[in-house]
C-alpha cells in the first residue's frame, strides 16, 4: 500500500511540473534551467575535486561557472561556454521599442522581458505592470487592433497562460493585425534595437537575435515577429537604394 501511494503521488507530482513547464515563460524557464544546471555542474565539479578527479572536475567546474555567467580566469572565452545554452555573455543592453496608438512597448534583449506604457487614453502615462489581467483584457475595448495586438504579446509574456482562460472567442484575433501606416526608418531602427546607420551584418544580426526571442514557434508573438521581419525589410532596403 505505500508504495502505491508513492507512486500515485510522484505521478501527481510530474503532471504538475510538466503543465507549471508548459506555461512558463520561455525566458524564464530558460534561465531557470540555465541557474540549476550551472549549481548541479559547480556542486558535481566540487565532489569530483574533493576525491581527487581533477581532469573532470575542472572542466565541469568552467562549464558550470559558463553557464551562471561567471567568468572563472577573468577572461571571456570561458564565460562564452554559457552561450551555448543561450547565456554566458555579458548583457549587451540593447532594447527594442514598439509603440502603437494606444502603447509603447519596450523589449529588453538579454531577458525577453516586455515592458510596456500606456500614451493615451484614461490610463495614460501608467505602466501595464500596475494592471491585473481583468484590467488589462477590459482594456482592448477601447484599443484599436494595433494596440490590442502589442497587448495581447505582452499578456502572453506575463500571463502565459490567459488565452486559454480567455471568454469566447476574442483572445488572439488581434494577433495578425496588419500595421496602420508604412514602417518609417526611425521605427524599424527603434524595434531592432540597432542605431541609425547600421551596417546590413548588425540589422540582420539584431533581427536574428530577436527572432529567437519572439518566432512564435518559441512561444513569442505573431504580430512582434511580424513587425520586426518588417523593421528588417525597411532597413535592408534602404542599404539597397
Excluded: C
Excluded at 507530482?13 to 534561465?31: D, E, G, K
Excluded at 490610463?123 to 483584457?137: E, I, K, N, R
Excluded at 497587448?151 to 496602420?180: M, V
Amino acid at each position: 500500500m505505500p508504495t502505491l501511494i508513492a507512486g500515485a503521488l510522484a505521478v501527481f507530482v510530474l503532471y504538475m511540473l510538466l503543465q507549471m513547464f508548459r506555461s512558463a515563460n520561455p525566458a524564464l524557464l530558460a534561465r531557470g534551467i540555465k541557474l540549476v544546471g550551472g549549481v548541479l555542474a559547480l556542486a558535481v565539479a566540487a565532489f569530483t575535486g574533493i576525491k581527487g578527479e581533477l581532469a573532470v572536475a575542472i572542466p565541469l567546474g568552467i562549464f558550470g561557472a559558463g553557464l551562471l555567467g561567471w567568468a572563472p580566469f577573468g577572461t571571456a572565452g570561458f564565460s562564452n561556454i554559457g552561450g551555448m545554452f543561450g547565456g554566458g555573455t555579458k548583457s549587451s543592453g540593447q532594447t527594442s521599442q514598439v509603440r502603437s496608438a494606444f502603447l509603447d512597448m519596450t523589449l529588453d534583449h538579454d531577458s525577453g522581458q516586455l515592458s510596456g506604457r500606456i500614451v493615451a487614453g484614461p490610463y495614460a502615462g501608467q505602466s501595464l505592470d500596475a494592471f491585473d489581467l481583468p484590467q488589462l483584457a477590459a482594456m482592448m475595448a477601447g484599443f484599436d487592433a494595433e494596440s490590442v495586438a502589442l497587448l495581447e504579446s505582452y499578456l502572453d509574456r506575463r500571463f502565459p497562460a490567459w488565452r486559454q482562460n480567455a471568454q469566447g472567442d476574442t483572445a488572439g484575433r488581434h494577433d495578425r493585425a496588419a500595421s496602420s501606416s508604412k514602417m518609417t526608418e526611425e521605427e524599424a531602427y527603434q524595434i531592432l534595437g540597432v542605431k541609425p546607420g547600421a551596417t546590413r551584418d548588425e540589422i540582420s544580426r539584431a533581427h536574428r537575435s530577436l527572432m529567437k526571442k519572439l518566432h512564435p514557434d518559441q512561444g513569442g508573438s505573431t504580430y512582434l515577429a511580424a513587425r520586426v521581419n518588417e523593421a528588417k525589410d525597411t532597413l535592408l532596403r534602404t542599404h539597397r537604394s
